[in-house]
């Protein structure tokens, strides 16, 4: 297993991308932040949280669940519990920040951005990923990135994050899954 984001690079990589959403919006007008439960939900807080602390912008944050919009995982035989995505905030005419932490395939951004035009319809929707590692099998491309990893089809990038029970925050390559 090689370590590709320790707990304190992955911190400097949510200030920077943060930074990023700032200036390519020309501040936080209008600006939402929602993540891809799980691992995205949680960088999306982070980033709502940095924008809060440092500036005491309150910017809208919330997770959504893409079992229902994903091509790949629905079918006949298995059929994901259905969660009936609510945010709490509008997202009409607003530009929709979507945090994810790996883009691979690019499958599940789509599932994603279907997941949030059933919720209304945003002036614009920017893609954000802590890991970019190629592999795309749709014509999908991140508009913020903390690194570019690019990976063979038999590793893994696994994503550690204490809100969801590691112990320390940390992302790393391996030849199987561990989270």
């Not at 809208?60 to 994901?80: A, H, K, N, Q, W």
Request: proline residues 3%; glycine residues 8%; hydrophobic residues 40%.
């Amino acid at each position: 297993m090689k370590t590709i984001m320790d707990s304190a690079s992955l911190h400097r990589t949510v200030i920077r991308l943060s930074h990023e959403i700032e200036e390519r919006n020309e501040g936080l007008e209008h600006v939402v932040l929602i993540g891809v439960k799980r691992g995205g939900e949680v960088i999306a807080r982070r980033i709502s949280e940095y924008f809060f602390k440092s500036q005491g912008a309150k910017v809208p944050c919330g997770g959504i669940d893409i079992g229902m919009t994903r091509d790949d995982l629905v079918s006949e035989y298995f059929v994901p519990d259905a969660v009936k995505n609510q945010l709490g905030f509008d997202i009409t005419d607003k530009k929709v920040v979507l945090c994810d932490d790996i883009l691979h395939t690019g499958r599940s951004a789509v599932a994603a951005i279907e997941a949030i035009f059933q919720l209304g319809r945003p002036r614009r929707i920017q893609l954000l990923v802590l890991i970019d590692r190629g592999g795309r099998e749709v014509p999908v491309r991140a508009d913020y990135v903390g690194r570019n990893v690019p990976t063979s089809r038999t590793e893994y990038v696994n994503v550690f994050l204490k809100e969801l029970g590691a112990e320390e925050d940390s992302l790393s390559i391996s030849k199987e899954k561990l989270c």
